[in-house]
């Protein structure tokens, strides 16, 4: 009995425990069974939808789904089943709005939305009014011929528009609500009906001597529109200032409406008239002494004023300027030799050697106060050193010292006293074997040298014993020219 009544409560115990497991058992299949199906709404199209201002929205719709958790988990389209549609969309007004979809279906519900912007990315329009015809004066004020700005969803934003007016420009910009720019320009149209001005410093006829390096006198250009236009002045044209000839110049320029000015100068490159040449009566010796003054110089001046013989000095700048004067207050003629006496220099163009030129023709004035045109060529005209550094450069300037107005003088007598010939009585020998094979004589030396100085009274005895007379070269003397080579 007492067995019974323990195991009595035992027993109870265990199926009341498994009465709650088969109450939970049945309950969890239950809501299986209740929760079995499950209704969703599918948009149709994006979840997000833009549309332009202007363009007409359409729905896509959405669609019912119904889905099976134990049969069709992808969902069937219950045929008996809607959605309902709710849009607040406005389609004439920006902005952001939501389309709701619902639907009821056996005691299920489902919901759905999607974002519709009404948006406007196009830009306004400016409309500029034409211009009337005909065209402003530069310096009046532009009257301004009207503009409208138009805006796709703004309707008219004249009122909006920003005008900066600048020289000979109009620019307007307009933004419209949705930060779209637009830009117009208008040029104003002026008229310019004069063309620039060129003005010829010199004027427009300029004579120059041969042998007087060019150089433009210059110019200017005015513009009654654009100004100081001198900047843009095209020249076309050469002056070979080594050629006497008539060359020309063209100056041109436009100004900003295009009107072209064109102006002309003439330049007239004058070669100097030669002097005639008079051939001397008799025997004539002309002793010619170049690279001086030096320190025998004066030396020779006495020797010279003993026998009342005069002579021609070729000078260089050698600093000997108190003796420069002497040879021209003693009565003797001067020319020009070279200030540097730097072949490499004086010979390396036209340009070096009419600068070296007209330097020494100055030097030879200050200390003189004579302005001679007689010239001898460093080397002679018939040096070949000079097409080391210019080719042809001896057969340009031997003409182009004429035309300038030179007349220079190489020599048919060689003492020979800047070569070989180192004492007097060799010197006196060489001038007397060249002189005796001319009537007229243009001895070549170097006062530099004392033994060709030393040789001057023996020269000077010896001629006048055989009937020649000594002269100093003027700008009628004959010229004795070499051959050129160069
Ligand atoms: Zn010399």
Redesign the pocket.
């Known amino acids: 009995m007492e067995k019974e009544i323990r195991k009595q409560p035992r027993r109870s115990m265990w199926i009341a425990a498994m009465g709650v497991v088969m109450l939970l058992l049945a309950a969890a299949a239950a809501m299986l069974v209740l929760n079995r199906y499950t209704l969703s709404i599918r948009l149709r199209g994006d979840a997000e939808i833009t549309v332009e201002y202007g363009e007409s929205y359409v729905d896509p719709g959405a669609e019912l789904y119904l889905a099976d958790a134990f049969f069709w988990k992808e969902g069937i389209r219950p045929r008996d089943g809607a959605v309902n549609t709710y849009s607040n969309v406005r389609q004439n007004k920006l902005g952001k709005y939501t389309v709701i979809y619902s639907a009821e279906y056996r005691g299920m519900r489902a919901e759905g939305s999607r974002t519709v912007r009404i948006v406007d990315t196009q830009p306004p329009q400016i409309i500029l009014t034409p211009d009337p015809e005909g065209t402003l004066l530069p310096g009046t004020p532009y009257e301004e011929a009207g503009f409208q700005a138009v805006d796709n969803y703004d309707g008219d934003i004249t009122h909006r528009v920003k005008r900066i007016e600048e020289y000979g420009k109009i620019i307007y910009s307009v933004t419209d609500s949705s930060g779209n720019p637009c830009y117009a320009e208008r040029i104003v149209p002026y008229y310019d009906p004069v063309p620039p001005e060129i003005i010829l410093e010199g004027g427009a006829q300029i004579s120059i001597t041969a042998g007087t390096v060019f150089e433009d006198p210059g110019y200017a250009a005015l513009d009654n529109v654009d100004g100081d236009l001198t900047q843009q002045v095209a020249v076309t044209g050469e002056v070979d200032w080594l050629t006497p000839g008539t060359y020309v110049l063209t100056y041109q320029v436009s100004d900003g409406f295009q009107n072209k000015t064109s102006v002309t100068r003439t330049v007239e490159v004058i070669a100097k008239e030669q002097q005639q040449t008079v051939t001397p009566e008799g025997k004539v010796i002309y002793l010619t002494f ?2 001086g003054p030096g320190p025998y110089t004066e030396q020779l001046l006495d020797i010279l004023d003993d026998y009342g013989v005069k002579a021609t000095f ?1 000078v ?1 700048d050698s600093g000997y300027d108190d003796v420069m004067k002497q040879i021209v207050e003693q009565g003797h003629s001067i020319g020009i ?2 200030v540097s ?1 730097n072949y490499r220099e004086i010979y390396s163009s036209p340009e070096a050697y009419f600068e070296d030129l007209y330097r020494m023709q100055e030097i030879i004035y200050e200390n003189t106060g004579v302005m001679t045109t007689l010239m ?1 060529f ?2 002679g005209s018939s040096n070949t050193i000079s097409s080391k550094t210019y080719e042809g450069l001896m057969t340009i300037l031997t003409k182009a010292v004429q035309d300038a107005g030179f007349q220079y003088f190489d020599w048919n007598v060689d003492s020979n006293d ?1 070569g070989g010939a180192k004492k007097p009585e060799q010197i006196l020998e060489n001038v007397k074997q060249g002189v005796m094979q001319c009537r007229v004589s243009v001895v070549l030396q ?1 006062d530099i040298h004392a033994y060709s100085v030393e040789a001057v009274e023996d020269i000077i005895i010896w001629g006048l014993n055989n009937g020649y007379s000594f002269q100093a070269l003027t700008s009628t003397s004959p010229a004795v020219h070499h051959n050129v080579y160069n």
């Open positions: 170049d690279d070729f260089t030799h070279t006496h001898r460093p080397g800047a170097h």
